[in-house]
């Protein structure tokens, strides 16, 4: 079993940072691919940055150039930096793995276990 306990959300002006952390049990942690996914009101969840246990990355179009995702596989954690934050990027931030792929997925049907989430707020 994967518990997954992110942290790091806040309220922020528009063009602010957060850093958000995302801190994984699991001896195996360094095999999981790992991913940060969205959910702002009223709207479905969708996926924001993914990475394989290599390090590889993928983005949504949306925060690309703008957020980092990275890995610390010493530590068990995850982390995405958010850099020129907007109001649109204004959600409920959750990190996900998976211990059935190596390679990161921007598909959630791809992720076994999820955290319960932290809230980012971006006012204008």
């Known amino acids: 079993q994967v518990q997954l306990v992110e942290s790091g959300g806040g309220l922020v002006q528009a063009g602010g940072s957060l850093r958000l952390s995302c801190a994984a049990s699991?001896?195996?942690?360094?095999?999981?691919?790992m991913a940060w996914f969205r959910q702002a009101p009223g709207k479905e969840r969708e996926f924001v940055a993914t990475?394989?246990?290599?390090?590889?990355?993928y983005y949504a179009d949306s925060v690309k150039g703008r957020f980092t995702i990275s890995r610390d596989n010493a530590k068990n954690m995850v982390y995405l930096q958010m850099n020129t934050l907007k109001p649109e990027d204004t959600a409920v931030y959750y990190c996900?793995?998976?211990?059935?792929?190596?390679?990161?997925?921007?598909?959630?049907?791809?992720?076994?276990?999820w955290g319960q989430g932290t809230q980012v707020t971006v006012s204008s």
């Open positions: 996900a793995a998976s211990n059935l792929r190596r390679t990161g997925s921007s598909r959630q049907d791809d992720y076994q276990y």
């Open positions: 699991g001896r195996t942690f360094s095999s999981y691919a």
């Open positions: 990475i394989s246990w290599s390090g590889t990355t």
